[in-house]
């Protein structure tokens, strides 16, 4: 499945724009890179100290990828007793959230999201019926 393939290296290069590389060289400076990272959100945690947040995502893969960027990070997600399961609450600070979190959170959501729209519509237009466009919009019946 070509379409998968392309997705799946799309996403691959987004994220190596973050956080990893190819060569051993590159791994070695994008680790290198990671750790001075890390050692900033410690420096941030001092000037602009960790605040609650609450994000609520509409889907099941968009929670699964922030709460996996999340981790990466070392930030720990969770969510409050009777919370809905869509809300990941996380501790960390505003600059952190506003300069690097969600920009990589947003890029690598809008990749997943294309491919997972990709592969249903493919899906869809294989086993089922080809034509799966959006309904044609009728005006009101009054009566």
Known sequence: MSVERDM???MRKIEALFARA???GERMAAESAL?????RIEACKQADPAVEYKFSL???WSRRLLIALLRRYDIEPYRRYRQRRTTVM???SRSFVDQTLWPEFTALNEALQAHLDAITSSIIS???FADS???E???????
């Open 126 to 128: 294989q086993a089922i």
């Open 22 to 24: 190819g060569t051993e």
């Open 58 to 60: 509409n889907n099941t």
């Open 137 to 143: 919009e009728v005006q009101a019946i009054e009566g």
């Open 8 to 10: 799946i290296e799309k």
């Open 35 to 39: 750790e001075r990272m890390k050692m």
């Open 90 to 92: 996380a501790k960390v």
């Open 133 to 135: 466009d959006d309904v």
